[in-house]
């Protein structure tokens, strides 16, 4: 009896610990929490991206309804500005800083200084940081220019003073009070903002709490298997130089001080928001927290204006800023180095409503990169129309930023050239960034300079080309994910367009999705979640079991994810949410949506004042259970920038004159020979005809009617079109710069409501 009993605990046991060996736990329960990517990804996959932009409170105490409207504003009147209001064309922008200045002053909860009709040059550096809760507003972009001048920037804030030290432990992921030792320079206060910094893994150093970052000279590169941050190694990028990265200290986040405990002797325990994304900081990497008293750009708008930037121009930077935000602008031109700079110790700003032309209309002979982030945390980068320049490059030390509901059009006639591009050429340590709702050629987590981990891409729509344009050779792709970008989420994504990309997925050109380009890291395909993705190659949407990361091994354990419900696109019951950074918002058909931006004005009686017609698409735009689009397969319809950039009118003032010499048409093409074309790369887009025959066949300057450039040579350009006009003459204007105001974007209120405001986000910055 006794070894009966024995026998069967023995083999009780033997199986319960084979049970343990062999199975693998659940990577988590989905369906768990409020957020709504809840039933689709791990929290390890993903944080609470509604957080990004503007915060419900702001430091004077205004607040916000959302986080892409601004605080209401009074007026700064004639005798609080110390200058005439509205402020005259021509007034020199030092005076209009001075004018700021006094309008802060003279308005603890906010003002706006309003500038009148005309020019206004920028001709010597400035500062914001000084002017916190202003708006600097101009009376509408086709009223009001600021023209740079010279190698000038206008920046929204910049290094102040500093303090920091190392962390006393390792802290965990959603960790919002630490313990700080070590403490120099500076002193925390509650309202300070403040960052994490550590070295890149393998990497530890020393804190340097007056330059603001670590110093990071002992160790190596070691791939952890896991989270690895990595840059200025020919190990973990594709350059081969091993330049980048930032001298082995890429990762930060950013947040606000909320509470300090001085507990003597250089020690501070200091609460902060938001909480902690990575899991990966620890003291063996020389974990420090760091902070700035000072010359923070808080609460600054700059508004409603066109910015017109030269060669020697070295843009605007939206940094060192935070709750600051440019809204309603209209950028022409080449800048220096980059038309805007998101970062450098900034976060919860909003770049919102702007349209950029990303070269010179006079010259057209280059393009720009039109916006870069680096170095910030939790910004919203939404409903913006780029052309004519690289829209987005990211260059490292991101974490949180939001980039929505953009349109990205024209951009190089060399190659398919990405338009959500994370190159991290200055640093790596990307983590978390969310693309959702944009219309983009290509969105690439590039692997150029350094490494990546946990992006995610939702509803966007790529198509591969730069359609109606035609390439002589395949340079395309869809959604890019390069090695060392690891633990990335790829769902409810529409891949259709031209016909670049053929192949579903590989590593070169021509592949829907492009992963790990450089063969150098198995990891990245392994650990990439796709999931109700539609793409042209298999004319499908896909929800596979095999390419959701449910079992992986070692330190990446962590990241796996559990089996999502199969959605209603694959023949389940389970509904695709309608936003990952809008929480209660829910499909809108026929619109309703209560967002402000969502309606647009498609004709005008008198632009930009009257508007005579408008268009609601529905709500998403894009997405594998989104039906009769009039894009990729019906599954996708225009996004307000879209659909505005489709519908503005032309700014005819821009358009250069071209002298059309000849003409030949064939197979429904038609080729005109041009005199004095560009020798540059951007003979692309939309243009107008005047006199001659093709004037009268569907591109006439009288009408206003457009066609689009579908391939162009040093001497030619080519058009679609049905019939034979005969022989043409006359004149080609180009390129087709938009007339653009933010009143082309209506709210959609029929539904009400709209996603609620962040939280947690009230903070004082001194």
């Known amino acids: 009896m006794k070894r009966n009993l024995f026998a069967a605990l023995f083999i009780l046991f033997f199986v319960s610990t084979l049970g343990t060996i062999g199975a693998h736990a659940q990577a988590c329960t989905l369906g768990s929490g409020s957020a709504p990517w809840a039933n689709l990804l791990c929290p390890s996959r993903a944080i609470d991206w509604k957080n990004a932009g503007l915060p419900a409170s702001f430091p ?41 200045n006094n309008c802060s002053s003279a308005n603890a909860g906010g003002s706006y200084l309003q500038l009148g009709s005309g020019t206004f040059t920028i001709s010597a550096s400035a500062n914001f940081g000084s002017t916190p809760n202003v708006t600097l507003r101009g009376s509408g972009p086709m009223s009001t220019t600021l023209t740079f001048s010279g190698s000038t920037t206008l920046q929204f804030g910049q290094g102040g003073s500093k303090g920091g ?49 670590n110093s990071c000279g002992t160790g190596s590169v070691t791939d952890n298997g896991a989270v690895f941050v990595c840059g200025g190694s020919t190990s973990c990028n594709s350059n081969g130089s091993g330049s980048g990265g930032g001298g082995q200290t890429s990762q930060f986040q950013n947040v606000l001080i909320t509470s300090v405990t001085n507990n003597g002797g250089g020690s501070y325990t200091i609460g902060f928001s938001p909480g902690l994304y990575l899991s990966n900081w620890s003291t063996s990497n020389t974990a420090a927290m760091y902070w700035q008293n000072g010359s923070v750009g808080t609460g600054v708008g700059l508004e409603d204006m066109t910015i017109v930037e030269t060669g020697g121009a070295q843009g605007i930077q939206l940094g060192t800023a935070y709750a600051s935000w440019i809204k309603g602008i209209r950028f022409i031109g080449l800048a220096n180095n980059y038309d805007l700079t998101i970062g450098q110790y900034g976060k919860n700003n909003l770049f919102f409503n702007n349209y950029l032309f990303g070269a010179t209309p006079s010259s057209m002979t280059a393009n720009s990169i039109q916006l870069t982030m680096i170095n910030d945390s939790d910004d919203l980068v939404l409903n913006n129309i780029a052309e004519e320049g690289l829209f987005m490059e990211g260059h490292g030390s991101e974490s949180g930023d939001v980039l929505a509901y953009n349109y990205s059009k024209n951009v190089s006639t060399n190659y398919v050239q990405s338009t959500g591009y994370q190159h991290d050429n200055s640093n790596s340590g990307v983590a978390f960034i969310l693309n959702e709702g944009n219309q983009f050629n290509v969105i690439i987590d590039d692997n150029t300079w350094g490494t990546g981990d946990l992006n995610t891409f939702f509803r966007n729509w790529s198509s591969c080309s730069e359609e109606p344009y035609s390439y002589d050779s395949v340079t395309g792709n869809g959604i890019a994910i390069d090695a060392f970008h690891r633990f990335d989420n790829a769902v409810a994504n529409v891949l259709s367009g031209g016909n670049q990309c053929t192949a579903y997925s590989g590593t070169g050109s ?45 330190n990446a354990a962590p990241y796996e994810n559990s089996l999502p419900s199969t959605p209603e696109v694959c023949g389940g019951s389970e509904t695709l949410p309608a936003s990952f950074f809008m929480d209660s918002i829910t499909a809108h058909p026929s619109g309703g949506t209560g967002l402000s931006w ?169």
């Not at 009070?177 to 893994?201: E, H, I, K, R």
């Not at 393998?202 to 970052?213: A, H």
């Not at 632009?607 to 268009?615: E, N, Q, V």
Request: charged letters at 10%; glycine letters at 12%; a negative charge.
């Open 598 to 766: 969502w309606k647009v004005c498609t004709a005008w009686t008198t632009f930009p004042t009257s508007c005579s017609a408008s268009t609601t698409e529905p709500f998403p735009p894009t997405g594998p259970d989104v039906t009769g689009g009039n894009y990729a397969s019906g599954y996708a319809y225009d996004n307000p920038a879209h659909l505005a950039w489709r519908t503005l009118p032309i700014d005819t003032t821009l358009q250069n004159s071209y002298t059309i010499t000849g003409s030949s048409w064939a197979g429904g093409t038609e080729t005109l020979t041009v005199s004095n074309l560009p020798s540059g790369t951007q003979v692309m887009g939309p243009l107008q005809i005047s006199g001659g025959n093709c004037a009268t066949s569907g591109a006439g300057t009288s009408t206003g009617t457009e066609v689009q450039i579908t391939g162009a040579t040093s001497t030619t350009i080519s058009y679609t079109l049905a019939s034979n006009p005969g022989t043409c003459t006359g004149t080609m204007r180009w390129p087709d710069v938009r007339q653009f105001d933010e009143r082309v974007y209506e709210s959609d209120t029929s539904g009400g409501g709209g996603p609620p405001p962040p939280t947690g986000l009230t903070a004082t910055v001194h």
């Open 510 to 554: 021509g592949d829907w999705f492009r992963v790990n380009k450089q063969g150098t890291d198995t990891l990245t395909a392994t650990s990439l979640m796709r999931w109700a993705n539609y793409d042209g190659a298999n004319a499908a949407v896909r929800c596979q079991s095999s390419e959701v990361p449910t079992s992986l091994s070692g």
């Open 165 to 213: 030290g190392a962390l006393k432990s390792s802290p965990s992921s959603g960790t919002a009070s630490v313990t700080v030792t070590g403490v120099s320079g500076t002193a925390p206060v509650v309202g300070y903002l403040a960052w994490f910094n550590q070295c890149d893994s393998g990497f530890s150093g020393s804190t340097q709490p007056t330059q603001g970052y």
């Open 60 to 100: 004077d105490g205004e607040t916000t309804p959302n986080p892409w409207t601004p605080p209401t504003r009074s007026a700064c009147t004639s005798a609080q500005a110390g200058i005439t209001v509205p402020v005259a064309a021509g007034t020199s922008f030092s005076s209009i800083l001075t004018a700021m």
